[in-house]
């Protein structure tokens, strides 16, 4: 089957949206269909493969008149040309998470299938009108509605009026592939954070932990040489390396020497991509899969969503505050307990095996 997967983001890049979007392409791929993904043109020049580690690449199609991320304007137009171009190609599918080029896709009545990980809070003021005001969701052309989360079925189903069978609850997934390996008791642990060096996201809570607890040593991954230097003015102490993001499939031997993983979000507020709006009540973290898939503990804050997934004492270990003392007291339980924990990584790398791009691929295709 000819496939497009249209996208207006950065690719290559090391956006959570960019990973997961070209690693569903490349499941696609494998899966032995053909798959065009159609970016603008931005993001590193640095092949896909190379970028991101994956086994087979779609055909990556950069529009060359969209040299910045398409905002106002250029947000339709890119939408406009994008699908042009895939129509022009043949394509018999298309796939999307941009709910205007639904709109436009509708009324073309090209099957499609649209990808929502959030509310439509952030979407522009035209965007709204038109889902208020049409049967945007319930058109027949629509083979299929993927929600991130079941908080994101529950939203559309409340606001929009879709019948629920229509939705399909499919997580995020990881590519990374590692041996499980027990946590031993040792004199300290590596202790790491990979992701966006947003507030909401713990970067500045995890500073604050490393500063208080001396016996363990901290790594973060994540974000631009600029974040990491305005982050490392306010005082970084000496069992605390801050590095900035790396490629994607550079990711597993950096992950395979830490012990433990944190993901210390705002149980209040979580931003996306470029701090805007709240997630917090939708999100799916694309670093919950890969901690899943590394086989390392995972220490979390206490976030609703996040339970789809993690459960406290089964696979993973919840602190219900950002109390410092408290994330440092499960810490120093884990030199204790290491039968307990062990039981505890095994179930998070047992549960990653159903949460791969190529059963996701599979999924999402399944209509």
């Excluded at 994101?152 to 995020?172: A, G, H, Q, T």
């Excluded at 901290?218 to 631009?224: E, M, V």
């Excluded at 898939?293 to 089964?314: C, R, Y």
């Amino acid at each position: 089957m000819r496939i497009a997967y249209l996208f207006n983001s950065s690719t290559p890049s090391s956006n959570p949206s960019s990973i997961q979007v070209v690693n569903t392409c490349g499941a696609l791929t494998q899966l032995s269909h053909q798959v065009k993904l159609i970016v603008p043109n931005t993001g590193q020049n640095v092949s896909l493969l190379k970028f991101y580690g994956i086994n087979k690449s779609p055909k990556l199609i950069k529009l060359k008149y969209f040299n910045k991320f398409p905002l106002s304007l250029y947000y339709y137009l890119f939408s406009l040309f994008s699908i042009t171009y895939a129509i022009f190609d043949k394509t018999e599918l298309y796939i999307t998470r941009n709910i205007f080029n639904l709109i436009l896709l509708n009324i073309l009545n090209k099957r499609v299938i649209i990808e929502i990980h959030h509310d439509l809070h952030n979407e522009g003021r035209i965007v709204k009108f038109l889902c208020k005001f049409t049967n945007v969701f319930n058109k027949k052309n629509i083979v299929k509605i993927v929600a991130i989360t079941h908080a994101v079925k529950r939203y559309l189903v409340k606001n929009f009026n879709i019948e629920s069978k229509k939705i399909e609850v499919i997580p995020s997934a990881s590519s990374l592939k590692f041996k499980f390996n027990k946590l031993k008791n040792k004199k300290f642990y590596n202790i790491g954070y990979f992701g966006s060096l947003d507030s909401s996201k713990g970067a500045n809570f995890i500073i604050k932990l490393a500063r208080k607890d001396k016996l363990n040593k901290y790594s973060i991954y994540g974000g631009s040489q600029y974040e990491v230097s305005r982050l490392k003015k306010k005082g970084i102490p000496n069992n605390l390396k801050i590095n900035q993001s790396v490629y994607y499939g550079k990711l597993k031997p950096i992950i395979s020497k830490m012990d433990i993983l944190l993901m210390p979000s705002s149980t209040k507020k979580i931003r996306s991509i470029g701090n805007i709006g709240n997630i917090v009540k939708f999100t799916s973290p694309l670093k919950l899969f890969d901690y899943l898939a590394s086989g390392k503990l995972i220490i979390t804050s206490n976030v609703s969503v996040f339970k789809e997934i993690l459960l406290d004492g089964k696979n993973c270990l919840v602190v219900n505050n950002f109390k410092t003392a408290n994330w440092i007291k499960i810490i120093n339980k884990v030199k204790f307990e290491t039968s307990k924990i062990n039981n505890i990584k095994r179930n998070a790398f047992k549960l990653s095996k159903k949460h791969t791009y190529l059963k996701r691929a599979e999924k999402i295709l399944n209509f």
